[in-house]
């Protein structure tokens, strides 16, 4: 295993970092050397040269001797063909699924409506079905993908790879979804919380980079958040680090799937928002909650922006805990911008510990992908490895 326990997880994490740094290099320069490559990068001759190491075994690059300045060199350029890898979120309303190559280049992407609450077997069915028409379209043999991460927003035992807390995503619980989804498409699968998906997504392609202490707040129909610890993925023994949906902000509150009163998402999550715009506009869905938002209905923005303010106090009691240096919004509520931000940064802010300068509130610049992204390089670290793609299928 790669990114899950163990102490060499977070040097695990922070190599895939700059993996993806100098990859984006030789994207962007073409043919360049390893002086040139820590030159653009900041990194030590040492990490490039074990980098490239890596990238050379993982078939993403080919290295050419040359001269450079009278002295010899070695030239980094990416392989035209490359282990490819599939990404897929499965959310409560749509299932995204994204296919990369090992130098985590898109090469296929597709999304998909699903029902309210959508059962195990047919959605994994149709996951099954999507990657093997991509994988079709695209004239690649399924054995050459590596390996499929899966974002689920549940949270997810670490050791069994399923569902750990009952109550969540009914159906899905009795399911050995990862067994499941190898049987239908006989390549490894790897099964991850979809909030902890996106933190890695976005501290390898979005606004974390650079941030070693850094949570990911995935606002949608319930909340939950990824947290990154010194580089590191965060799950805790039973995998529900980070569940903030079910952190109590109404003692009196109705009682939550959870079988606790007044969890964080019977007060913003989506059937609380919903019902609480019933008496004046009817039944709305949350899409429409939220395009009515961005056009200025003063209720909807109302409703938005009181929902910013409770998560904020959450997450501002979360950074407390932790010391967190920047918080990344993501999901649907995100996509209302400030509506959402401003008072949920505000409620972090107005605590004199945390302050102005201390904590950076922004939103995900992903645009709906951190998930897929985010579950599609988890399994090219842990499946593109040869040595740690046996552990983990095992
Ligand atoms: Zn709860």
């Given at each position: 295993?790669v990114?899950?326990g163990g102490?060499?997880?977070?040097?695990?994490s922070l190599r895939e970092?700059?993996?993806v740094?100098?990859?984006?290099?030789?994207?962007?320069?073409?043919r360049?050397?390893?002086?040139?490559?820590?030159?653009?990068t900041?990194?030590?001759s040492a990490?490039?040269?074990n980098?490239?190491?890596?990238l050379?075994?993982?078939?993403?690059?080919?290295?050419?001797?040359?001269?450079?300045?009278?002295r010899?060199?070695?030239?980094?350029?990416?392989?035209?063909?490359?282990?490819?890898?599939?990404?897929?979120?499965?959310?409560?309303?749509?299932?995204?699924?994204e296919?990369?190559?090992?130098?985590?280049?898109?090469?296929?992407?597709?999304?998909?409506?699903?029902p309210t609450d959508?059962?195990?077997d047919?959605?994994?069915?149709?996951a099954?079905l999507l990657?093997?028409?991509?994988?079709?379209e695209?004239?690649v043999?399924?054995?050459?993908?590596?390996?499929?991460?899966?974002?689920l927003?549940?949270?997810?035992d670490?050791?069994t790879?399923?569902?750990s807390?009952?109550?969540?995503?009914?159906?899905?619980?009795?399911?050995?979804i990862?067994h499941?989804?190898e049987?239908?498409?006989g390549?490894?699968?790897?099964?991850?919380?979809?909030?902890?998906?996106?933190?890695?997504?976005?501290?390898l392609?979005?606004?974390?980079?650079?941030?070693?202490?850094?949570?990911?707040?995935?606002?949608?129909?319930?909340c939950?958040?990824?947290?990154?610890?010194?580089?590191?993925?965060?799950?805790?023994?039973?995998?529900?680090?980070?569940?903030?949906?079910?952190?109590?902000?109404?003692?009196?509150?109705?009682?939550?799937?959870?079988?606790?009163r007044?969890?964080?998402?019977?007060?913003v999550?989506?059937?609380?928002?919903?019902?609480?715009?019933?008496?004046?506009?009817?039944?709305?869905?949350?899409?429409?909650?939220?395009?009515?938002?961005?056009?200025?209905?003063p209720?909807?923005?109302?409703?938005?922006?009181d929902?910013g303010?409770?998560?904020g106090?959450?997450?501002?009691?979360?950074?407390?805990?932790?010391?967190?240096?920047?918080?990344?919004v993501?999901?649907?509520?995100?996509?209302?911008g400030?509506?959402?931000?401003?008072?949920?940064?505000?409620?972090?802010?107005?605590?004199?510990?945390?302050?102005?300068?201390?904590?950076?509130?922004?939103?995900?610049?992903?645009?709906?992908?951190?998930?897929?992204?985010?579950?599609l390089?988890?399994?090219?670290?842990?499946?593109?490895?040869?040595?740690t793609?046996?552990?983990?299928?095992?």
């Open positions: 295993m990114l899950y102490p060499s997880g977070s040097q695990a970092a700059n993996s740094r100098v990859v984006d290099a030789i994207q962007r320069y073409g360049i050397t390893q002086v040139e490559l820590a030159a653009v900041g990194l030590s990490t490039i040269s980098i490239v190491k890596q050379v075994e993982r078939g993403v690059v080919a290295t050419e001797n040359t001269i450079r300045s009278g010899r060199a070695q030239l980094v350029h990416l392989r035209t063909q490359s282990a490819l890898a599939v990404g897929v979120h499965i959310a409560k309303r749509a299932l995204r699924i296919i990369a190559d090992a130098s985590h280049t898109i090469t296929a992407e597709k999304v998909l409506p699903l959508h059962r195990a047919t959605t994994l069915d149709r099954a990657i093997s028409e991509l994988t079709d695209m004239g043999p399924l054995d050459e993908i590596v390996g499929i991460g899966l974002a927003p549940a949270p997810i670490p050791h790879r399923n569902i807390v009952r109550g969540i995503m009914r159906d899905w619980e009795e399911t050995d990862r499941v989804l049987r239908r498409l390549r490894p699968v790897l099964v991850e919380n979809d909030a902890n998906a996106a933190a890695i997504g976005e501290y392609y979005g606004n974390l980079r650079g941030y070693s202490d850094g949570v990911y707040i995935r606002a949608s129909y319930h939950g958040a990824g947290i990154m610890l010194n580089g590191k993925l965060h799950h805790g023994p039973h995998g529900i680090a980070g569940e903030i949906g079910h952190v109590q902000v109404d003692p009196l509150g109705p009682i939550c799937q959870c079988g606790n007044g969890c964080l998402n019977t007060v999550g989506a059937d609380a928002l919903i019902d609480l715009l019933r008496v004046s506009r009817g039944h709305l869905s949350l899409r429409d909650v939220i395009t009515l938002a961005n056009d200025g209905d209720g909807c923005v109302h409703l938005i922006s929902a303010t409770t998560i106090q959450v997450v501002a009691n979360l950074i407390t805990w932790l010391d967190t240096q920047r918080i990344v993501g999901g649907e509520l995100a996509e209302t400030d509506i959402l931000l401003a008072p949920l940064s505000s409620a972090i802010r107005t605590r004199p510990l945390l302050g102005y300068d201390r904590v950076s509130v922004v939103q995900s610049a992903l645009h709906g992908t951190a998930e897929s992204k985010g579950a390089a988890l399994a090219l670290q842990t499946f593109s490895d040869p040595i793609a046996t552990s983990e299928v095992a």
